[in-house]
């Protein structure tokens, strides 16, 4: 259920987490006479299963899983959240979004159409309990950085980057992300608060 827009609390998650409580299971199946799971033959296609989410200590979920590029929003034309951090994998640049929706608005319609930018005094947007999704940046992406200096007052809009789009506080830093058919982020910009 979608909560009230309120402060990020920051967060650590580790990647390696999984990994070692999978070693510790299967060690602890070896020696309970469990067995190791069977070998795969040769040409038969594995579709891995979904990570463990890793909690964070408001007890929030990491619902990330690895698809094909390191996507998470394949199947989305666009997305709506603020960047929580930047990771890099193999040389790509890869944005952490915590998903947010906006009042009234179903999650279907952003992610088919996208929302528009348009100067706010109060935020139109809420949080959907903090759930991240892990988006490669395509190196030809885009970045627009708007600024509202009051609600009477024309935006001030300029080109920007992945970084800056990274470090807005509220209340300019809920973007809206433009994705390719692969799930990789092609163009950014942020909602401008007043």
């Not at 930047?86 to 979004?97: I, S, T």
Request: proline share 10%; aromatic share 4%; net charge negative.
């Amino acid at each position: 259920m979608p909560t009230p827009r309120t402060s990020r609390p920051s967060t650590l998650t580790t990647r390696t987490l999984p990994l070692a409580v999978a070693a510790l299971l299967t060690l602890g199946l070896s020696a309970c006479g469990g067995s190791a799971p069977a070998a795969q033959a040769p040409g038969d296609a594995v579709t891995p299963a979904a990570a463990p989410s890793a909690v964070d200590p408001a007890g929030s979920s990491d619902a990330t899983t690895d698809r094909g590029n390191g996507s998470d929003v394949v199947g989305r034309k666009f997305d709506l959240g603020t960047i929580d951090k930047l990771e890099d994998r193999d040389g790509v640049p890869v944005a952490v979004l915590d998903r947010f929706t906006a009042k009234g608005v179903p999650d279907t319609e952003i992610a088919e159409h996208g929302l528009a930018i348009k100067p706010f005094t109060t935020p139109p947007f809420e949080n959907l309990g903090r759930t991240l999704f892990r988006i490669p940046v395509s190196p030809d992406a885009t970045f627009v950085y708007h600024h509202c200096v009051a609600p009477d007052q024309p935006v001030q809009s300029q080109s920007s980057d992945l970084h800056q789009m990274s470090s807005l506080g509220e209340p300019e830093d809920i973007v809206v992300v433009t994705l390719d058919e692969q799930g990789v982020m092609t163009h950014a910009e942020n909602e401008p608060g007043c």
